[in-house]
């Protein structure tokens, strides 16, 4: 199943979105120039292969809902985000607010 919800942060409206495949959810929510994502996005080849595109990303582990997303530290973000003032260990709700 696929569900999309609204997220609201301080005002601004984000796309969560949810997919539960079998034996795993893919969660993700997106807005402005960038997205966050569950421990399945794969930080190094955003900066390596597609580097060009010029992502702005971040990476949570272990969460389950959007809901824990949005808390969680980044454990990791591409190059474009650090260019956006996005850094490891910023909470994912804070990291959104960066991208609009």
Do not use: W
Not at 5 to 18: A, D, K, R, S
Not at 35 to 40: E, K, P, R
């Amino acid at each position: 199943m696929i569900r999309v919800t609204p997220v609201e942060i301080e005002g601004n409206t984000f796309l969560g979105i949810t997919v539960e495949l079998p034996k795993t959810t893919l969660l993700a929510v997106t807005g402005g120039s960038g997205y966050i994502m569950c421990g399945a996005l794969d930080i190094g080849l955003l900066n390596r292969k597609l580097k060009d595109r010029k992502i702005i990303a971040g990476r949570a582990v272990g969460v389950r809902t959007i809901e824990q997303l949005l808390e969680a530290p980044l454990e990791s973000v591409t190059l474009e985000a650090e260019k956006c003032g996005i850094h490891r260990g910023m909470a994912g709700r804070d990291a959104l607010l960066k991208m609009i």
